[in-house]
């Protein structure tokens, strides 16, 4: 039988905004060869998970403090991964690192959404205002968000999909940060979830009929 949906995995650690980009995207059919399945967050009482319950959802939140660790945390999410069947990984403000030992299990598996044009702000220690604040400091004139493949290298796997967003006279990183995310986040970040759905779901159904 032909698999008819990419199973997706979206990890949050806030507000997600980006999740509900995703959920309306693939209500509006955008997204069309991917279905959320599953919401992890690395955090308890963030907004994302009242986005996902609203949105009919499951979601399960793992503390890497409350389990012991970070192998305890990621064997915790990986049995919820195997569970719930899930071919691909979502990261829209998921602000845990990953270790080397899990995307290369998931190798090509997950995406992460940044805001700023990568390889510019980015890497460890990059991450939410901190991004925008190093970008007006820095004084470009332009930035932007970028989704990309997770590897190893924090923000340093393969680009999928990149948008340039203006930055304005008197910005704040607040006002940055919106503008980047209206502009640029909630648009590319469900492009590159069909994209990478479809190709999973290509290589999954080729692979059945082997
Ligand atoms: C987003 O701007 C996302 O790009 C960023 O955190 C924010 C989460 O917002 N991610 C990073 O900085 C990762 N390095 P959201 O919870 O409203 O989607």
């Not at 995207?25 to 599953?38: D, E, H, P, R, W």
């Not at 997770?150 to 948008?163: F, T």
């Amino acid at each position: 039988m032909q698999n008819s949906k990419a199973r997706i995995a979206v990890f949050v650690s806030g507000g997600g905004t980006n999740l509900q980009a995703i959920l309306d995207a693939q209500f509006s059919g955008i997204i069309n060869s991917g279905k959320v399945c599953l919401v992890i967050s690395s955090k308890e009482g963030v907004y994302a998970l009242e986005r996902a319950g609203k949105a009919g959802v499951p979601s399960l939140v793992f503390s890497k403090k409350k389990l012991g660790g970070q192998e305890a945390f990621e064997d915790a999410i990986d049995n919820a991964l195997k569970e719930y069947e899930i071919d691909l990984i979502v990261l829209a403000g998921f602000l845990s690192i990953l270790s080397a030992e899990f995307t290369k299990k998931y190798d090509h598996r997950i995406i992460n959404i940044h805001p700023s044009l990568i390889p510019s702000f980015c890497g460890e220690g990059f991450y939410g205002l901190r991004v925008h604040e190093a970008a007006l400091s820095r004084g470009v004139k332009v930035t932007g968000a970028t989704v990309h493949y997770v590897n190893e290298i924090p923000d340093g796997g393969e680009i999928i999909l990149q948008k340039a967003v203006k930055v304005c006279d008197k910005d704040t990183p607040e006002k940055l940060q919106l503008r980047v995310m209206r502009q640029a986040e909630w648009i590319i970040l469900p492009r590159a979830v069909e994209m990478i759905s479809r190709k999973i779901l290509n290589d999954k159904n080729a692979k059945d009929a082997e």
